[in-house]
Every structure is written in C-alpha cells, then in structure tokens.
C-alpha cells in the first residue's frame, strides 16, 4: 500500500468515526485481527478498517461514505465460510454484523421470526424452540456463524431434505444497497407476486450486491419425535434403493439421509473418541433421521419396518436405531466430527459437489477410480448430504506422503473431481458458494451466456463494482 | 395501426414463415382468435401474427427474428391468467408454447420431471402420478393452463401451504432470451450455489425477461392416505385457532387449509348443485385435508382428536370428515366453484390478497367494513388459501344493482382493500402477479427504491425493451 492509499484510508476512517461515532471504527491491528482471519487458512484480508455497525441505518451511512469515497466494502458474518467470500483486499473496508445480532420478534401464530444479520445461527435455533418452534437451518458452525451470513451463502446444512436450503426460509430481507439506500423488503408473507424476486437475488449472492441486515424467516412446528439410525451398507447403489423406499413408506418425516465412507467414519470415531456403533469394517454407513409431530409410535414402527425389509433384502447388512437422544447425539457427532477428523491424518483437498440423486454411485465410481488413477494411496473421505445428491467429497492424502505434496495436487484434483460432476449435471459448490476460491471455477465450467446474464445483473445492482468486489463473478 | 406497420408486419410474416415454415405462424383472424382473448374479458390482443414453435431452436429463432425487427414479443401458455399478462398490443407478436407439450423424462427416482413450457398442467399432474409420484401445484385452471405460464406467473394455488409455490416446484429452466439466445439453465439439483438465482429471477417474471422452454420440475411421493374434512365456524378468529393446533399436532400433513364465507359456500353449492354438507348458516367454512406417505389409522385419528377437541371447545361449531374419494371431491368441488359461481349473482370486483396469516381476521374486519360503508348492500364472498395468508376477498353487487354501475367502483374497492393488505404488511397480488392490470398498482404501492431495482433488473435483461413490454413493470 503506498503513502496516498494510507493517508486516504485515515481520513477516511475519519469519517467513519464522525459519522458514526469512535467505537464504531476499529484500525488497530490487535481489533483487526478476527476480521483478517480466514476459516481454511487460504486467504489472509489486507483492510485496516473494519466498521461495527449497531443498527440498520449506521450499515447504511458507512457504505454510503465508502462508495462516495470509491472505496471497495467487504460483509462480514461470522467468518466461518469456506470459500473465502468475507477476505478483504488492500484499501477494503470491513463491514461487521456482528453487533446486530438481534432476535426482533417470534411469532409463533405467523410461525415467522425476525432477526437482525448478525443473530448468530444457535441462538435462532434456540429462541424458535423456547416458543415450541422449529428454526430447521443446522450445520457445523451453527454455534458462530451469523444467519446474515447464512442468507448471503444460501447455506445447506443437515436438513434440507425436508425443509429445504436457507433460501426456502426466508420470508423478507431488509438490504442495504451499493450506494447506502436501504431496500426494505422485510415483509413476512408466503405470497407475494408482485414483480421480480428481488429476495432470491440477493440471497445466495455472497455479499457482493447488498449488505443484507434484517431478515424475516419461516419456522416449523417443533417435531414431536425424533428416530435416528445408523445403517451399514456394502454399496452405495443400496443407499438409493433405502432412500427410495423411505420416501415411499415415509415421504415427509425424513428429516436427514446422510452418507459416510468407512474411512470417515473410522477418522471420526478416533477423534472424537466416540466407538462406532458398529464395530465392523465396512465401506459406507448412513445416518437417517425420521422427525414428525403427530407423536405416537407409527414414525418407529415405519423404521423399524423398512429397515428390517431392507435387511432382509441385504440393502444393509446392518442397522442401530439410537434408543435415547444421548444415542442420536453420538451418531451425529461422529457425522459432524469429519471435516475436523481428516486434520491429523494429513492434508486434505476438498469438495462440495453435487450431482442428481440417482447419479451419486455413479460419480462416486469415476472419481474414486480417476483420483486414484492420479494419486495412488489418496484416501477417499466421502460423506455428506445423499438425500439432496450433495457430496463433500473429500480427500486426505496417501500415508506418509509430505503434506504440501499432495496440496500441491488441488488443482488437478479439483479439475478431476468438478468435471466429473458437471459432466454428470452436476454443481462444482453445491452449498458453500463461490467466494474467491471458486471465482475461477465459476468462469470455467458455466456458459458464457449465463457468465454474461450475472455480470449484467452484477452490472445493474452494483454499477461502481464496490460491494464485496472480486467474489462470485471475479473482478468485472 | 398505418399503412407502415401493416407492411413491416406482412414483411415480418414472411421473414418468420420462411425460417421456421408455413404451419408456424398464424395471421388469419380465425386462426388468431384464441390468442387475442383474455381470460376475464377486460382487454383484448392485437396482434396480426401468433408464432407456434414446435421447439427451442424455433422459439430462438422466432424471438431473433423479432428482435432484430425491433417487434415486441408476447410469450403465451394457455391464456387463463388472471391479470393481463398476454395480452397484445398492436404490432406486438404472440409467441405460443402450445406445441412444446412433451413430457421429456419422468425420473422416479430422482423425484424430478423434465417438460416442456407448453405441457398441461393435468398431463403432468396424470404423468407424475403414473409413476407413484406426485406433482402438487394444483389449481382451478390445471385442465388448460400450461407449466410455462405457472413458471412464468409463480402460480400459487390449494397445496402451497405444504409443497410451497411454482417457484419452489421448479429445479431447473431452460429460457429464451430476449435476443434470441438460449440459456440452458435445466439442471436437476436440489443444491447449486454457483452464482446468482438467474432460476428465480425468471420466475414470476411474467415473460418480461425472457421465454421459459423446458423446466425440471420437482416430484414428491404420492400420499397414501388423505383425509378430508369441512369444518363450521362462528368466528374466523377461531380458523387460526385450529390452523395452530393442527399445526402442533399433525404439522408436516397438513396439505390444505382452505377458508370459504358462508355466502361463497351458498353461492357454490346452489351453483354446482351439490348440497352443502351442512345445512344450516354459518359465517364461516373450513376445507382442510391432512394427507401422508405412511398409511395406517394414524393420521385420521389425528383429524379426528384435533377436531373433537375443537368442538368441545367450541372453536368449531360442526365438523364433516369425507368418508368417500367421492364425498371428499364433492367438498373441493364446491371450494373450486366459488369464482365461476359468482357470475350468475352478478357484477364482481375481485381482490388476491396476502397478508401475514395471524393478520387474516383483522383484514376481514376492516376490509368488510370498509368495503360496506362505501357501497351498501355489496355482498362478501371471501374465500381462499387461509394457511398461506391468501384470501381471494372478491365482492358481488348489491342485489338489484345495475352490473355496471358496480364495475364502475373497481377503483374505489381495489383502493380499499389493496390500501388495507398493505397497511397490515400484506400484498396486492398474492398469486396472480401483475400483468397489465395491476401494473399501477405495482407502481402505487411499491417504495420507489424498489421499483427503480426492478426496472434495473428488466434494463439489464431486456435492454431493448421487446419482451412483453408494459407487464409487470410498466412501460420503461
């Protein structure tokens, strides 16, 4: 950064803190830190602003003053994203939700609830269930990451199956545009045709076309039962044929379907210290939950049915129905354990694809076999979301090999694993977005035509190219 | 319409029977008369040529033709929307998706349908079925409207309240653009977070930003069990009273919650023919239906607790649960007719409004009062999708009436009603969208902020303004 940029970027803080008051504005390297950081370590931000907002208005008097100052601004949630999306360039100010964070209302008649940005996931979750509500969005970093975040990322998680991705539970958005106005979309209403889908474009879109800083969202009565099972399967094709025929017998009270390799649930088992419920070898396991509210038995007895037809038929070879919750929580901390249990086994390349449901044995042969075929010895850490065709195919490296060896391989280990599955019409980030990691992936595997359609819609939201500039369609 | 135009339309004929073949365009007046109706009689076409493309390379070529002619095009399904949304003016150019009817791949395992835009509703509802899967938008015009125009127009309809509106029906488009290019947008992922909702911004769009093609539409399993019961009511008050408690206990079954005025419910049955289930007066009518995958006795002894229940508490004052298919279609047959059975009771000024579902009893009160105090004697026949907030809150005239002299008060009562949606965070156009008729509506009632990312939206993706101008948006 030269002499100009710094003197600029003080006076500019300047303003910030005339506007907005000294405690808003933090400059100091110490304060700065958290906002620098990054989740996988790929990135490292470069601002030395970072702006703490309390309320709608003062998000939209800093952007204001960034964009008349021509100065690049970077939403910031809960950090906690994996593709880099909230990394600041030199001379980008960070924007910060975390001081709104807000449960402004549960309507438990509605079934709505209305939050600011910064609400962190947990505490939505908990606040839904203090009112005998269901707020359904759950995954990893559901005790940091902030719904504001959620909502620009379109998050997945562990129950979209049945109740479907962060986009489906947003009723209203309130966003603060490029140039400071604010749009108040904040409406809570289940239909409303009157013009374009403005909500839908901004969710998902990473920040890079508003700050979203209020939202409405949609929640579910509170299930009165919970079954969970685990299952074992000698091969993936059987997963499809349970799943098919839990849809069949059970449709709407399948909550999760879950996959893991042996190898993801034998890391997981070791670092948590939790024993595999069962202790056999086995090539891959399924996590399914059934939820419902009616109560009563009949949700059990449908499982147990279905999983003993199944085993009959050899589909499983084996199956645990948890007989507690303190069970159910030990089947989903050995699922939710994996990303963290590949790191002491060496580095890891990771993958967030999709493909259509009836594709995944499909895929995972051609990848299994091509990455092999790469990278002799590459251990296959294949788990995720089966029921919406959602794998995060992950990779740890061969034994013994040096680390930075088989780091040296993502990008051709990516090139293998995202053709594969757009070849399969599949998706290169089924739910962690694009960001900066996958901007060139992005301009790689999408036509041209719908390259040009983003831009023009990037184009016509964010004409000076100032909101969160770089991420999801590259630098225009 | 002058000499000039008349000739550019001839020599525009010409040019689009030459690419595409004789049998593609129609000029003769019989020939164009289907596609100059409007399905409520307020407006009539105006074109002089309709094209009917047999696919989506002939669809492209139609719609370059055009655009290189600087002619308006108007993308139509099967006519039966409600607000004017294919209409034709002069000069402008019908393009029909009639002939693209195909139904191209039912996967059942997948839970998907790939069709094309002109497909029947009911074709694709009989198709799903064919295969144990159900494709759940359902609505009163489903034996003529086309799935291009449910995309196109976010059709709403009796199930959204458990499967959600056209847009989330909807996976995947393939779309014409308004230069002629295809995107290819079909895919069949339940997760893709690779940029920006382009999906969803064609959604709703009412063909103002491009013409839908194909769609992958999303399948679930077919229920095996449905019950079905009318329910009489005091007070609306009470509806969600036992829209609550049935939520509590039977959330994820409940397929339709459907409120209907004592007057519709007269006005149907003396219409249809079918005696009402109840013979005595009430103010208020219940339709609601509880269907699931499991089979059993479940979910009827469910109805039957929370009904009982409701009873000795009087929040109902009577209760029918169908014993038959056919007594359960009886009971939908007399909600289904309530539109057409307001034609013989005279003149109607009709509203689709939405407003957050615990707000419902306090519209009706304000609007029925409202709406009296201005023209006495105007008689209330409210009904429509209460579990979704969504009231069709239509008005037949005073008895003895002149028809016209209460058509003449359209302005007036839609000032009222949409001024009391709104007012009460509600919607003017829940589910019918805007077309030309509520284009000054849309322009009344949305914040400025909002209109002006609309029209950035549209410049952005129809930058020369020839695709369906004046819908939606106005003109430009």
């Given at each position: 950064?030269?002499a100009?940029?710094?003197?600029?970027?003080?006076?500019l803080?300047?303003?910030?803190?005339?506007?907005?008051?000294d405690?808003?504005?933090?400059?100091?390297?110490d304060?700065?830190?958290?906002?620098?950081?990054?989740?996988?370590?790929?990135y490292r931000?470069?601002?030395?602003?970072?702006?703490?907002?309390?309320?709608?208005?003062?998000?939209?008097?800093?952007v204001?003053?960034?964009a008349e100052?021509?100065?690049?601004?970077?939403?910031?949630?809960?950090?906690?994203?994996?593709?880099?999306g909230a990394?600041?360039?030199?001379?980008?100010?960070?924007i910060?939700l975390?001081?709104?964070?807000r449960?402004?209302?549960?309507d438990?008649?509605?079934?709505?609830?209305t939050?600011e940005?910064?609400?962190?996931?947990e505490?939505?979750q908990?606040?839904?269930?203090?009112?005998?509500?269901?707020?359904?969005l759950?995954?990893?970093a559901?005790?940091?990451c902030?719904?504001g975040?959620?909502?620009?990322?379109?998050?997945?998680?562990?129950?979209v199956?049945r109740y479907?991705?962060?986009?489906?539970?947003?009723?209203?958005?309130e966003v603060?545009?490029?140039?400071g106005?604010?749009?108040?979309?904040l409406?809570?209403?289940?239909?409303?045709?009157?013009g374009y889908?403005?909500?839908?474009?901004?969710?998902?879109?990473?920040g890079?076309?508003?700050?979203?800083?209020?939202?409405?969202?949609?929640?579910?009565?509170?299930?009165?039962?919970r079954?969970?099972?685990?299952c074992?399967?000698?091969?993936?094709d059987?997963?499809?044929?349970?799943?098919?025929?839990?849809k069949a017998?059970?449709s709407?009270?399948?909550?999760?379907?879950?996959?893991?390799?042996g190898?993801?649930?034998?890391?997981?088992?070791a670092?948590?210290?939790?024993?595999?419920p069962?202790?056999d070898?086995y090539?891959w396991?399924?996590?399914?939950?059934?939820?419902?509210?009616?109560?009563?038995?009949?949700l059990?007895?449908?499982?147990e049915e279905?999983?003993?037809?199944?085993?009959?038929?050899?589909?499983?070879?084996?199956?645990v129905?948890a007989?507690?919750l303190d069970?159910?929580?030990?089947?989903?901390?050995?699922?939710?354990?994996?990303?963290?249990a590949?790191?002491?086994?060496?580095?890891s390349?990771?993958?967030?694809?999709?493909?259509?449901?009836?594709?995944?044995?499909?895929?995972?042969?051609?990848?299994d076999?091509?990455?092999?075929?790469?990278?002799?010895g590459?251990?296959?850490?294949?788990?995720?979301?089966l029921?919406?065709?959602?794998?995060h195919y992950?990779?740890?490296?061969?034994?013994?090999?040096?680390?930075?060896?088989?780091?040296?391989?993502?990008?051709e280990m990516?090139d293998?694993?995202?053709?594969?599955?757009?070849?399969l019409g599949?998706?290169?980030?089924?739910?962690?977005?694009?960001?900066?990691?996958?901007?060139?992936?992005l301009?790689h595997?999408?036509e041209?035509?719908?390259?040009?359609l983003?831009?023009?819609?990037k184009?016509a939201l964010?004409?000076s190219?100032?909101?969160?500039p770089?991420?999801v369609?590259?630098?225009a």
């Amino acid at each position: 950064m030269d002499a100009t940029t710094a003197i600029a970027s003080d006076d500019l803080a300047a303003r910030l803190r005339q506007a907005l008051g000294d405690d808003r504005v933090i400059t100091d390297s110490d304060g700065l830190e958290p906002f620098l950081h990054e989740e996988r370590g790929l990135y490292r931000g470069a601002a030395k602003i970072a702006v703490l907002p309390r309320s709608t208005e003062e998000v939209a008097t800093a952007v204001r003053i960034c964009a008349e100052a021509g100065v690049p601004v970077v939403p910031q949630g809960g950090n906690t994203g994996l593709v880099g999306g909230a990394v600041t360039g030199a001379g980008e100010v960070v924007i910060s939700l975390k001081r709104m964070n807000r449960i402004l209302g549960v309507d438990a008649i509605d079934y709505t609830m209305t939050v600011e940005a910064g609400a962190i996931l947990e505490t939505i979750q908990n606040a839904a269930e203090e009112k005998d509500c269901l707020f359904p969005l759950s995954l990893g970093a559901e005790g940091s990451c902030q719904i504001g975040g959620n909502i620009a990322s379109n998050a997945g998680g562990i129950n979209v199956l049945r109740y479907g991705n962060t986009r489906d539970l947003v009723l209203g958005l309130e966003v603060v545009l490029p140039d400071g106005r604010i749009w108040n979309g904040l409406r809570a209403l289940h239909k409303d045709n009157t013009g374009y889908a403005l909500k839908h474009l901004f969710i998902g879109s990473e920040g890079t076309l508003g700050i979203i800083t209020k939202a409405v969202l949609k929640l579910f009565a509170l299930p009165r039962e919970r079954h969970t099972a685990l299952c074992v399967l000698a091969d993936v094709d059987h997963a499809l044929a349970l799943l098919a025929r839990l849809k069949a017998r059970a449709s709407e009270a399948i909550t999760a379907f879950e996959l893991m390799s042996g190898f993801a649930l034998d890391l997981a088992s070791a670092h948590s210290g939790d024993a595999k419920p069962i202790a056999d070898a086995y090539p891959w396991f399924v996590l399914l939950e059934l939820s419902g509210s009616q109560g009563g038995n009949a949700l059990r007895e449908t499982m147990e049915e279905v999983l003993g037809e199944a085993l009959e038929q050899e589909l499983i070879q084996d199956a645990v129905i948890a007989e507690s919750l303190d069970q159910a929580a030990v089947f989903w901390r050995l699922r939710e354990r994996i990303p963290e249990a590949q790191k002491p086994a060496g580095a890891s390349i990771k993958h967030d694809v999709a493909v259509p449901v009836s594709r995944i044995p499909e895929f995972l042969r051609a990848a299994d076999a091509a990455v092999i075929a790469a990278r002799p010895g590459t251990r296959l850490c294949a788990f995720g979301h089966l029921g919406d065709g959602n794998l995060h195919y992950n990779l740890t490296q061969p034994e013994g090999m040096d680390p930075q060896a088989f780091l040296d391989c993502w990008r051709e280990m990516n090139d293998i694993v995202h053709g594969i599955a757009v070849r399969l019409g599949g998706s290169f980030s089924a739910e962690h977005g694009i960001g900066l990691l996958k901007a060139g992936e992005l301009s790689h595997y999408k036509e041209p035509i719908e390259l040009e359609l983003m831009q023009r819609v990037k184009a016509a939201l964010d004409p000076s190219g100032t909101m969160n500039p770089g991420k999801v369609i590259g630098t225009a």
